[in-house]
Nanobody
Framework: QVQLVESGGGLVQAGGSLRLSCVAS????????MGWYRQAPGKERELVAV???????NYAESVKGRFAISGDNARNMVYLQMNSLQPEDTGVYYC???????????WGQGTQVTVSS
């Protein structure tokens, strides 16, 4: 059983910053990819940022230059530093880990981020 727990969400004014954290626990073998996704009301879940085991990263165009993803493989943790937040960044942010030789997906329960204008 693998569990992912996110933290760090909240309410912030436009232009502000938040830092999300996610820790993976349980029977988890090697982590291949860690990432953050978000889902705004009435919209589909979308990729925000991912970090691969080798350290390379990918970002959604809408967050490039404002968000930064980092990981700590030794502690099975992934972080998302979000700066210059805008109201369109509002949504539920989900942590995802891809692990094991079968590249299985694991999801957290989500944390709410609300940016007021």
């Amino acid at each position: 059983q693998v569990q992912l727990v996110e933290s760090g969400g909240g309410l912030v004014q436009a232009g502000g910053s938040l830092r999300l954290s996610c820790v993976a626990s349980g029977s988890i073998s090697s982590i291949n990819v860690m990432g953050w996704y978000r889902q705004a009301p009435g919209k589909e879940r979308e990729l925000v940022a991912v970090i691969f085991n080798g350290g390379s990263t990918n970002y959604a165009e809408s967050v490039k230059g404002r968000f930064a993803i980092s990981g700590d493989n030794a502690r099975n943790m992934v972080y998302l530093q979000m700066n210059s937040l805008q109201p369109e960044d509002t949504g539920v942010y989900y942590c995802k880990v891809v692990a094991g030789r079968l590249w299985r997906d694991y999801w957290g329960q989500g944390t709410q981020v609300t940016v007021s204008s």
